[in-house]
């Protein structure tokens, strides 16, 4: 059985700094695409970043690009978000997403990590 798990979340002034870590355990996870996304309540789960499989490319949505740094460890099984400059706006749940090689949707899910940014 895969699992997806999330840590790093916290509370965070406007300017500073978290990462995000996200290991996936139960699979060889060199194949996969990681992917984070966040979620504000009463609104769509919105994508934030994606890396390819075996170190590829990185892919950023418009409202994070410069800020937020994706980055992956095959030998952890593991994908970080280095978020810097954090804004009042980027305050939602972020959640983690595995995509098996092959599939065209993300297949796993992590429980999500809270992130706060108090202005």
């Known amino acids: 059985q895969v699992q997806v798990a999330e840590s790093g979340g916290g509370l965070v002034q406007a300017g500073g700094s978290l990462r995000l870590s996200c290991q996936a355990a139960?699979?060889?996870?060199?194949?996969?695409?990681g992917g984070w996304h966040r979620q504000v309540p009463g609104k769509e789960r919105e994508y934030v970043s994606a890396?390819?499989?075996?170190?590829?490319?990185?892919y950023y949505a418009e409202s994070v690009k410069g800020r937020l740094t994706i980055s992956r460890d095959d030998a952890r099984n593991t994908v970080y978000l280095q978020m810097s400059s954090l804004k009042p706006g980027d305050t939602a749940v972020y959640y983690c997403?595995?995509?098996?090689?092959?599939?065209?949707?993300?297949?796993?899910w992590g429980q999500g990590t809270q992130v706060t940014v108090s202005s």
């Open positions: 997403a595995v995509q098996r090689q092959g599939s065209n949707t993300w297949d796993y």
């Open positions: 139960g699979r060889t996870f060199a194949s996969d695409v």
């Open positions: 890396i390819s499989r075996y170190r590829g490319s990185v």
